[in-house]
């Protein structure tokens, strides 16, 4: 069965039913967010999300209702959302970066599967993938993957072949969820399985708090990155390039293949 359905668009004046947004944040505030998804959270009626998502933008759209909960709640969150839609409310739900890489745009569809008369629109936005690599340079140029070292959704096993095989592929990866205190050694152990593949003295990078207060970033290499990795955490987006990247002037470059 093929599905065939034109994009939506946001008019001046539109008042649609049992509406949801899944709408991507970027890595910051209001300046940090495409003129579409600012467009969609003023023709919403409640926004709901994460607690510091949520007060991310607040003060930047006063007159709606707020819904937040904490972390690991994200299916009472999405049931919330969809109970407000349920009501005849437009609703948005928030997600930081592209709500569709590892974002709420997933788990909103499926909760919301038994009412196909709620129509769902996902926003998209800026992931920190993309963020970083800006910030570090050009890190992503050439094909890339995105891994979180997440294990609360994804066996860890699973994640170490992601790892090995991206790695023996020459991907450059981007590597998201990468350190927590219940996860204090994962990055090293991911450094581990990307030196099976690639050398110590490939180009890394860390950027931390993207789009926020206290934005930085470090260059490094791969072994170093393995044997520092105390000062990331989960605010911190890392960069492992492949066997073409290099450092230009302090950024990490992967050469797209130009001839010069």
């Known amino acids: 069965m093929i599905y065939r359905q034109g994009p ?3 008019a001046e004046g539109d008042s649609v039913m049992s509406k949801i947004y899944v709408v991507s944040l970027g890595p910051g505030g209001k300046e940090q967010m ?8 003023e023709a919403c009626d409640v926004i709901t999300g994460y607690n510091v998502y949520i007060d991310l933008i607040k ?3 006063p007159d709606k209702k707020f819904i937040k909960n904490g972390m690991r709640k994200e299916v009472d969150r999405c049931k919330a959302t969809l109970d407000e839609a349920l009501k005849g409310q437009t609703v948005a739900i928030v997600s930081s970066g592209d709500a569709g890489v590892y974002g709420m745009a997933g788990i909103m569809h499926e909760v919301a599967a038994g009412h196909p008369e709620v129509e769902i629109e996902v926003i998209p936005g800026i992931t920190a993938a993309c963020s970083g690599a800006a910030i570090l340079g050009a890190p992503l140029i050439c094909d890339f993957c ?5 294990d609360l959704l994804t066996p ?28 204090a050694d994962y990055l ?7 030196l099976r593949h690639q050398d110590g003295d490939v180009p890394a990078g ?15 290499t791969l072994k170093e990155l393995r044997d520092h990795t105390e000062g990331v955490d989960m ?14 002037n302090g950024k990490i470059v992967t050469p797209r293949g130009y001839h010069l």
């Not at 492992?240 to 290099?246: A, E, F, R």
Request: hydrophobic share 40%; glycine share 4%; with cysteine.
């Open 235 to 248: 605010f911190s987006t890392v960069f492992i390039g492949n066997s073409q990247s290099k450092v230009i």
């Open 34 to 41: 495409t003129c579409r998804a600012v467009k969609a959270l």
């Open 206 to 220: 860390i950027v931390h708090n993207i789009g926020r207060d206290g934005e930085c970033c470090e260059v490094t």
């Open 146 to 150: 995105l891994i979180s070292l997440s």
């Open 8 to 10: 939506m668009s946001l």
């Open 156 to 183: 860890w096993e699973k994640i170490e072949k992601r790892l090995d095989c991206a790695a023996r592929g020459d991907f450059c990866i981007a590597i998201y969820n990468p350190r927590s205190h219940k996860r």
């Open 188 to 194: 090293q152990k991911a450094c581990d399985i990307v």
């Open 59 to 61: 003060d930047d759209f």
